[in-house]
């Protein structure tokens, strides 16, 4: 069983309505017992990083998540601001954030782009992976495009956590793994058969 955390942020019925496609047996928590309870996590979110880490302790959900995914080492997966969140904070505000990677948060940094790009990053875009044998790639097309919408990117301390590049002005971290922790700036609910493949080893995954 997946279980989508709810904590006020994220696109939880178009991910809900993806994994239903799939058959992946799935639910929605938002309460302590439903994430104590998770065999595996879904973390989505959209918008910015200081009210979406707001909304998460005021759920009274970062206890129990902390429990599931570092102690207990349940697989966990995060989406778009949802992966930013899991990191140890972001230039968009003041606020700490999961630290489930050790990574950083970055705005695009437009005077280092191979040219004018518009900001957020809005659309398709290609993937290359970086680990290509984490088991999350499986069978992925290739090239592999994802729908993006971000004015930020997570940037590794650790170059061996990217698990995804893409580029746009310039190369950065597209999705981040690390143990039972994987994480993707992109949306896979949005993303048609990539997104799919992805969805779809995420709830085999046995880390």
């Known amino acids: 069983m997946l279980t989508i955390v709810d904590y ?8 809900a309505n993806m994994l239903a496609y799939l058959g992946v047996a799935h639910r929605i928590a ?12 879904l973390l989505p979110g959209i918008g910015a990083f200081d009210p979406a880490m707001d909304k998460l302790r005021a759920s009274g959900l970062v206890a129990p998540l902390q429990q599931r995914v570092m102690a207990d080492r349940v697989p966990v997966l995060g989406i778009c601001l949802g992966m930013q969140i899991m990191c140890n904070g972001s230039e968009e505000g003041q606020r700490p954030g999961l630290g489930w990677f050790d990574a950083d948060v970055r705005r695009f940094d437009v005077a280092r782009m191979d040219q004018r790009r518009v900001i957020p990053h809005m659309g398709w875009n290609e993937v290359q992976p970086m680990q290509p ?60 058969r990539f997104g799919m493949a992805l969805m779809a080893n995420f709830a085999n995954w046995q880390p």
Do not use: M, T
């Open 30 to 41: 938002g309460d302590e017992a439903g994430i104590l309870s998770a065999e595996r996590l």
């Open 133 to 192: 044998e984490h088991p999350v790639l499986a069978g992925l097309p290739q090239p592999s495009r994802f729908y993006f919408v971000h004015g930020y990117h997570v940037v590794c301390r650790d170059p061996a956590d990217e698990l995804l590049r893409c580029h746009y002005g310039y190369p950065f971290a597209a999705g981040i793994a690390h143990g039972n922790r994987v994480a993707v700036q992109f949306h896979p609910e949005k993303s048609h």
């Open 8 to 15: 006020g942020v994220g696109n939880l019925a178009s991910i």
